[in-house]
């Protein structure tokens, strides 16, 4: 009976199997779209789609694609237009980067990554960054390091692949999410094509649904390492001869709203850093100069993360989500919210950084 059993399940699955499956030969897989303002008032979208070439030599530099645009006024429309311009089955499931120009970003995002949250073939952990001068400029470029098209700018936003403290990178959940939560802005590396390959280094930070202001270079690799403790950070330290720089190899940051009953709310942040000394100008044998080369690291960082929190709340956003915190402990209400509104410009950051230092090197 059995045996009989395994015959119909086995001729039921060979008719079943295969219905919804395309050869590869039969696919164009998708691995980066950018979305720009139109050239043409009448649309709300310019969609491009970059599609990988397969090619049976993989090496650096010989990466091959197509890029196919179309304006719309949606960007599932423009989707279905390009697959009316190409001899194949579009493949989203190979797309890990989507690039959006800066004058797409003033209208509402919010809106515009509703469809790709709701494509079940695009992942979750797909990057999303700004394109300058244009995402289509970005998405044109070719790396001559590149294997594969794309794959650049997925492993420069990897953290495995690149632990640079300059390169902040996002993904589409958190970027979503971001987009809903009150209480936490949004924010995007941007992306410049420079002699055969790419500059990130810089981001916006957005507030709502828009951009809000630029951060240089400096104030992006403060808010990564704010953002993610775990990067390798530099700290140059003194001037002239007395210059040192440390490598924070291990960095842990902590903090915590407090409204005391009397006196002014404020931000309590614990930093504390371990590492050794890279590069000095000069000789650092006793250990009396490793402990002064520690008090002047930690108040050259707490001096940095003072300016600049202070500096993200002159231009009230709040990427490192302080408003969470405050909702932790008071609640979301109306109420709430409208009270942390009006309490965030008043607040003081009071910022307090330990380091310790291992010695020079790595082998001290």
Not at 42 to 49: D, G, T, Y
Not at 59 to 64: F, H, I, R
Not at 159 to 180: C, G, K, Q, W
Request: charged share 25%; glycine share 4%.
């Amino acid at each position: 009976m059995k045996y009989h059993l395994l015959i119909i399940f086995i001729m039921v699955t060979f008719f079943l199997a295969g219905c919804q499956f395309n050869d590869i030969d039969k696919r164009f897989f998708v691995v980066a779209i950018g979305i720009d303002q139109p050239e043409n008032a009448k649309h709300h979208f310019r969609v491009m789609l970059k599609l990988t070439i397969p090619s049976a030599q993989v090496e650096a530099g010989k990466s091959d694609f197509q890029i196919i645009t179309q304006e719309s006024n949606s960007i599932s429309e423009a989707i279905r237009v390009i697959q009316s311009l190409v001899d194949k089955k579009l493949d989203f499931g190979h797309c890990r980067v989507i690039v959006l120009d800066k004058k797409i970003m003033q209208s509402n995002q919010l809106d515009l990554m509703k469809w790709f949250i709701k494509r079940p073939d695009i992942q979750g952990i797909t990057y999303v960054a700004v394109g300058e001068p244009s995402a289509k400029e970005v998405l044109s470029w070719k790396v001559k390091s590149e294997r594969l098209p794309a794959n650049a700018l997925v492993l420069a936003f990897n953290e495995v692949t690149n632990r640079s403290p300059y390169v902040l990178s996002e993904i589409l959940n958190d970027y979503y999410m971001r987009l809903r939560e009150s209480g936490i802005d949004p924010y995007l590396p941007i992306i410049k094509p420079i002699n055969g390959s790419f500059k990130i280094n810089t981001s916006v930070v957005l507030k709502g649904k828009t951009i809000k202001a630029e951060l240089n270079r400096d104030e992006t690799r403060l808010l990564n390492e704010l953002l993610n403790p775990e990067k390798t950070a530099l700290i140059d330290v003194g001037k002239g001869k007395d210059q040192i720089f440390v490598n924070a190899e291990q960095t842990k940051t902590n903090m915590k709203i407090i409204i005391p009953k009397k006196g002014n709310p404020y931000v309590d942040v614990q930093i504390k850093i371990k590492g050794f000394i890279e590069e000095s100008q000069k000789n650092l044998h006793r250990r009396s100069d490793i402990k002064e080369s520690e008090k002047k690291a930690a108040i050259l960082v707490s001096a940095r993360v003072k300016n600049f929190l202070e500096h993200l709340q002159k231009l009230e956003v709040d990427p490192l989500g302080l408003g969470l915190k405050y909702q932790v402990k008071h609640g979301i209400t109306k109420n709430e919210l409208y009270q942390w509104k009006n309490l965030y410009p008043k607040l003081e950051f009071h910022v307090k950084s330990d380091v310790k230092l291992k010695g020079t090197g790595t082998m001290y």
